[in-house]
């Protein structure tokens, strides 16, 4: 008959082994207060029986069939240390108390799901639990806590998840998508508590689905899923959280929020904000996120949720034909506010995004494409269908006539909702035209429209022909009050005829070559005396 080894530690006794300890059929029982130490891997197989009332301590692999039995008393611990990696294979239904991470810049991988009914603690540095296909399980009262170190998380590489049972008060996930990329999430449900599973993504995703178009502008490289097991009755806060190195190029930390994918398109939670930044880990915090089964959220900018144009238009008076780009005097004479100067003109009202525009400093008018150099200041405006301006920019236009933000990228309004709209571009000299036609506005799209090709591109057939196909805008409305007439001429024009060039006052530069003379009368305001603007048609 076959012998079978009982083993009991007794509390204040501790048990080192150098080998392996492999249990094929006996029992194995660590009693409260007592600790077993293993140096290297425990294999439990047969029908063998490892009961852990108090620590249990292993430096390598272990493992427990499905024939075997592992059983942990609710005040025992499960303790991970060494300096070489460990393989963990419980069988199913395998219930363990609290677990500890505490290896020495090393990682722990999951064969088999670890079910875990009391506390999940990190102690050391640089600790992994490596997920795969397999999960972690938090019984509704377990805790999860690495506050006290760096880069120890669960890492949610694959299909595996981190679920936190009757999720109710507020629970840190300590989640990360690699060993060296950390991004836990808090999640508090305000609402019914429920099962709550979150893994996370590398890189934020437009179809995170499946892991499909990387988002490269204005975001967190990260996406969080959050799934509930029973559908409904969530109202969750949740703040994730990253470090510096996860943040995209263009990514603006003084103005985030979480964005929730609708579907389709990402909508954020609430307006946006700062992020809180402490020991270099950031975060922000939206409540009313509301889950429908398995939704997915990221963190992005103001710029994530923004509508962008893309216009193209040209000014009749610095246009010439000699290269088919208008001039660039203001800029090459350094004349240019570097702070938009509409918000101080009487004839031009911001509207939700618009005013204070600015740049830092004149090179910032300076572009590597001779093309792309700053003309001039622009008001752009979005109206509606009954013509009422729900937002405005101050803009950049471009000598190819390219209108840009600040930054050189497409103009951004964030404050446009989803439709149909006008555009409508204004400036200082010369009279406004408006889109002939709605375009269609999305947030984080692009529109295109291009007032240069056509006459019929401006409301009213209201363009002039600067060359041969190549329309624009009529110069010499000096105050900017939608008209060219008497007024332009001998209220402004004639006081500033030969004046020293002030780029406020000498409104009566036409074709904006920097002086105020003869040429700005007989080759534009006469011309153009009586035409009046189509904006408000």
């Known amino acids: 008959m076959k012998k079978l080894l009982t083993l009991i530690l007794f509390s204040g006794m501790a048990l080192g082994a150098s080998a392996q300890l492999v249990n094929q059929g006996g029992t194995i029982t660590v009693q409260a207060g007592a600790t077993l130490v293993v140096e290297s891997d425990i294999t439990n197989s047969g029908t063998g029986t490892i009961t852990n009332n108090g620590i249990i301590e292993v430096k390598g692999d272990i493992s427990s069939a499905s024939s075997a039995t592992f059983a942990s008393d609710a005040a025992s611990k499960l303790k991970f240390s060494g300096t070489t990696p460990s393989m963990v294979n419980f069988m199913a239904g395998t219930m363990l108390a609290d677990v500890e991470m505490a290896k020495t810049a090393e990682d722990v991988t999951l064969l088999s799901d670890l079910d875990i009914n009391g506390d999940l603690t990190f102690t050391e540095n640089d600790n992994q639990i490596i997920l795969g296909g397999n999960n972690v399980v938090l019984s509704s009262t377990s805790a999860a806590d690495n506050s006290t170190v760096t880069n120890s998380f669960i890492v949610t590489d694959g299909a595996g998840v981190v679920t936190k049972e009757g999720l109710a008060a507020e629970f840190e996930f300590p989640v990360g998508a690699a060993i060296d990329s950390q991004n836990d999430i808090t999640l508090t449900d305000n609402g019914t508590a429920d099962n709550i599973s979150v893994r996370v993504l590398a890189d934020a995703y437009d179809t995170p689905a499946t892991a499909a178009g990387v988002m490269t502008d204005d975001v967190v490289s990260a996406t969080w899923e959050i799934t509930e097991a029973t559908v409904g009755g969530s109202n969750i806060t949740a703040e994730p959280s990253w470090v510096a190195a996860d943040e995209t190029a263009t990514f603006d930390n003084t103005e985030s929020s979480i964005y929730q994918l609708d579907g389709t398109n990402y909508t954020a939670l609430a307006a946006t904000s700062a992020a809180i930044t402490v020991s270099g880990i950031s975060s922000v915090s939206n409540a009313g996120l509301v889950l429908d089964g ?14 962008f144009l893309a216009i193209k238009f040209f000014l009749e008076g610095p246009y010439s034909t000699a290269n088919s780009m208008m001039n660039d005097a203001y800029r090459a004479g350094g004349h240019l506010p570097v702070a938009e100067p509409y918000t101080a003109m009487s004839t031009f009202t911001h509207v939700g ?29 979005i109206r509606d269908n009954a013509n009422t301006t729900i937002s405005t920019r101050s803009a950049l236009l471009q000598r190819d006539g390219d209108i840009v933000d600040l930054d050189g990228g497409n103009l951004k309004f964030s404050a446009v909702p989803n439709g149909n709209y ?10 406004g035209n408006k889109s002939a036609t709605n375009v269609s506005v999305t947030k984080g799209g692009v529109t295109t429209y291009d007032f240069t090709t056509s006459a019929a591109q401006s409301e009213g057939v209201d363009a002039p022909e600067l060359e041969v196909g190549v329309f624009g805008s009529y110069s010499s409305d000096a105050n900017a009050d939608g008209q060219v007439n008497a007024v332009d001429n001998t209220l402004h024009w004639r006081p500033q005829n030969g004046e020293a060039f002030d780029y406020f006052i000498s409104t009566g530069d036409f074709n904006m070559d920097t002086e105020v003379n003869a040429v700005d009368i007989t080759i534009y305001w006469e011309p153009n005396n009586s035409f009046i603007s189509k904006i408000n048609d």
């Open 294 to 307: 398995t939704d997915y959220v990221i963190v992005g900018d103001g710029g994530l949720s923004a509508a």
């Open 353 to 381: 995004d618009g005013g204070s525009e600015a740049v830092a400093a004149q090179a910032d008018f300076d572009f590597v494409a001779d093309g792309d150099d700053i003309v001039d200041w622009v008001f752009v405006e």
């Open 422 to 431: 006008d555009v409508v571009v204004r400036h200082r000299n010369h009279l």
